[in-house]
Structure formats: C-alpha cells, structure tokens
C-alpha cells in the first residue's frame, strides 16, 4: 500500500521533474539541424498547462527555481527566466480564476496572451538592462513554433493528467 | 461594465496574492524577488559576483550528470549503427584518402597563401609561434535559439580570464566571456553577439566577421564595393590585440558569409590560448 502511495507520488512529481530536467540538463529544443530557424520552449507549455489544470503538482516557488537554473545554463542575467515564468503562471492562475471550463481553443488563445507578455518582458529586458543582444526575429520565431507545438503538448499532458487523477468521475 | 472591471480587478488580485494549498509563496512576492535577482546581477554588484561564480560551478556539474543520458543515448545508437556501416565507412575513408591526395598536391600553393598572410599581417607574433595552450572538456553545449555558448570545465583557477581565444584543434571557435572558478562560457563566433576583426585574401582585405545567431557568419565593414569571391580562407587580423593575427577561422561561401572550419554542435574538448593576455581584457 505505502509503495502504491510512493509511486502516486512519483508519477505526480513528473511534470515538476520534467521542467527541473529540461532547465539543467543540455537537451535542445532548438533543431538547427532540421530547420534553422525551429526552435520552441517546453518548460513555458509545462508551465502553462500545469498550472491551469493541476497547480499543486507545480509549485510556484520551483517554477521561480526552474528560472534560475535555466538562467545559468544558459548564460542569461539571473532572475529572467524565472520572471518569465512566472508571468507565464500569472496569466494561468488568472484564467483559472476567470473561467469555469476550458477547451483546447480557449486554453491555446490564452497561451497565446500568456507567452506573449512572457516573451516581450524577457526581450525588453534583455536588450534594454544586459550586454546580451538577442534578435528580436529569433524570439518571435520561438514564439511561434512554442504557440505551434501547444495542441500536441496538450493532448499528451491531458493523457498523463487523466492517469494521474484518482477517482476523476467521483 | 463596472461588474465585469470589478471581476477582472478580483481575479488579477487573486492571481497575484492567493496562495494554494500546494503553494508556499504567492506569484507577486515570487517576480519581486526575481526582479531584485535581476537587478543584482545585471548592474554587477561586488558580491553577486563571487555568488554567481559558485552557483554556475554547481549547476553546470549537476547539468553534466544530468545530461550524461542524452549524451550516452546518442553515442549507443551511433556505435550500432557504425557497426552496421562498416563497408559504407570503408567507402568513406577511400574518399577521405583522394582528398588529403588531392590536399597534399596544393600544399605549394597554401604554404604560399600562409607565407603572402604573413606579410599582410606584419607582425612578429604568429599564431604558430604559440604554445602556452590549455586542453579543455566542453562540459554543455546546449544549443540555445538565442545564446550561441558552450559551458567548459576551465576557469579561473587554471589561469583562463576573460577574452581570452577558443580553439577547436587549430581553428579558432570564439572567446571567453564568464569565468568562475572551475569552469568558463565561450562564446561562439557564430553568436548574434560576437565581433572578429578579419583579413582574407591576397590584397589582405581587412574585415569584421560578425555572428549572426546561424550557422555561417557574415563579413562586414569591408571595402566599398568590394564583393566576396568563394572559396578564400579568413584568418584572425589581430587588431584587437586579443586574438593572434593567423588564426585560421573559415572558408568564404558564394553568399558571401564565412562556413567555420569547426563545427560549433561537434565540438567535445576545446584549447584556451593563454598567452595573449595577461589582465582581463573585459
């Protein structure tokens, strides 16, 4: 019974293990080898989904984390990623509270809103407070695959909620 | 009207303020404290310095452990599948033979080419006079849309500072901008980011080859109306007085942007060449 409980648990620590993962580790979303300019960011559709359908398996402290560590690995001022993140959670937990139910239109519009207030405050505050020059086609590109790939994730992450949701027609 | 402001007034608040059972720490105290996080880091507090160094040793080795998967996953299907290829591969390296033949025969010629740079450069110092080189592992190489960098697993400790040159065998690949104790950030030419003063050519047509965040960067700042020809080798100038002038860094194309020697995404231990500066030159 208590290995059953353990294993609940690990399954539902998946999407926070997911996001740790995809932050440190140096798997790339970015397949310049394909198509130069395919590029998207998973940890924003983690974070989005998460947070809209089950924000108790995503804490809003280990998405600030998350950011962090990104910014590390991947040579940003540190505390950028985590503020787009967090603005990522922001608008979830605002449409969470706004609405009652959502389909996968509605939540796509709204991730729509989401990564653009997202993206435009790391692109301001990159190009205005740092060193770093960032081309504002790249991250529009970034974008625009992420907004792309959404539906998929959606549907794979709504499979994976539904295995992780004891007793769902209770 | 008002009822619906009054809606959205609640829920934005709810948003930023509420805390769920699962959550320790509401949103607006989480952004407030990654916009201080911000601010520490970009204007460059004495302290956040030595702070940042330590966190970056920490996690780029935890990213090493934690991408040691990815990486042994790619290494096995390649042994399999180099197993299955074998009279491909010996194919390959028939045609690999007729190339260095065929290098071999226009050797003359480059030896010319080099002895012509030289005299272009003007200068006593030549890249194949260096020898203070230090051997590096590329611990990340984790290819960002937006950040062209690799992660090594040199830094203060072994003498490397900040601009110092980054060379994959003889060619160069980019510079030196962060360095922590243990390891170090280089940043790669093909960075939206990097500026090279270059000279290619007979005539020795002076250049910077800027990084434009794709695989091959552009020539600019050359000659007015001086078209690019294919196929002219680019070295380093040295007129920053970072880089040792002769560096070789790539081949012109028929776009008139430069294909690198080294390939950025192949690149598993790299050389730092310590004799050019001797105080940060950042």
């Known amino acids: 019974m208590s290995s059953y409980k353990l294993i609940t648990k690990i399954i539902n620590l998946g999407p926070l293990l997911l996001l740790y993962y995809l932050s440190i580790s140096e798997i790339d979303t970015h397949f310049e080898n394909f198509f130069e300019i395919l590029s998207f960011n998973i940890q924003l559709i983690i974070i989005y989904f998460w947070v809209l359908k089950r924000p108790e398996v995503l804490g809003s402290g280990h998405i600030f984390f998350a950011g962090l560590i990104n910014d590390v690995v991947m040579g940003f001022p540190l505390g950028l990623s985590s503020l787009s993140y967090l603005i990522i959670s922001l608008v979830a937990t605002y449409v969470k509270n706004m609405t009652v139910n ?18 435009l405050t790391f692109f301001i505050l990159l190009s205005n407070f740092s060193d770093i020059r960032v081309s504002i086609t790249e991250v529009s590109y970034n974008t625009f695959f992420t907004l792309i790939f959404f539906p998929f994730f959606w549907f794979l992450f709504t499979y ?8 769902k027609n209770a | 009207m008002s009822s619906s402001r009054d809606d959205f007034g609640i829920a934005f608040r709810s948003a930023l303020l509420q805390r769920g059972a699962a959550q320790k720490f509401s949103l607006v105290s989480l952004i407030f404290i990654a916009i201080i996080v911000f601010i520490l880091d970009v204007y460059g507090f004495a302290f956040m310095k030595p702070i940042r ?3 970056n040793d920490g996690i780029y080795r935890v990213s090493l452990v934690a991408s040691s998967p ?3 996953l790619p290494q096995a299907t390649e042994s399999v599948s180099n197993l299955f290829n074998l009279k491909k591969e010996n194919e390959n390296l028939k045609k690999a033979l007729e190339d260095y033949k065929q290098k071999e025969l226009s050797v003359e010629y480059l030896t010319n080419q080099n002895k012509n740079l030289r005299k272009i450069l003007e200068s006593e110092e030549s890249f194949l006079k260096k020898e203070n080189m230090i051997l590096s592992k590329v611990l990340i190489d984790k290819s960002s849309p937006y950040l062209k960098s690799i992660i090594i697993n040199r830094g203060s400790k072994s003498g490397i500072l900040k601009g110092m040159p980054v060379m994959d065998k003889d060619y160069l690949i980019g510079r030196v901008v962060e360095t922590n104790y243990l390891s170090s950030r280089v940043l790669l030419l093909n960075d939206l980011n990097s500026r090279i003063p270059v000279t290619f050519g007979e005539e020795g047509i002076q250049g910077i080859l800027k990084g434009n965040g794709g695989s091959k960067p552009v020539l600019e700042y050359l000659p007015e109306g001086y078209t690019v020809e294919e196929g002219i080798d680019v070295f380093t100038s040295g007129k920053d007085g970072i880089f040792l002038p002769g560096s070789p860094i790539g081949v012109t ?22 004799t050019q500066q001797n105080e940060e030159a950042f």
């Open chain 1, 102 to 119: 959502t389909r996968i239109t509605t939540d796509w519009f709204t991730f729509f809103i989401a990564i653009f207030f997202s993206n």
């Open chain 2, 70 to 72: 990815s990486r042994f």
């Open chain 2, 253 to 274: 194309t028929s776009e008139g942007d430069v294909k690198l020697f080294s390939e950025s995404s192949q690149l598993s231990f790299v050389k730092v060449d310590l």
């Open chain 1, 160 to 167: 994976y909620n539904s295995i992780i949701t004891p007793n």
């Open chain 2, 53 to 55: 160094a330590i966190i």
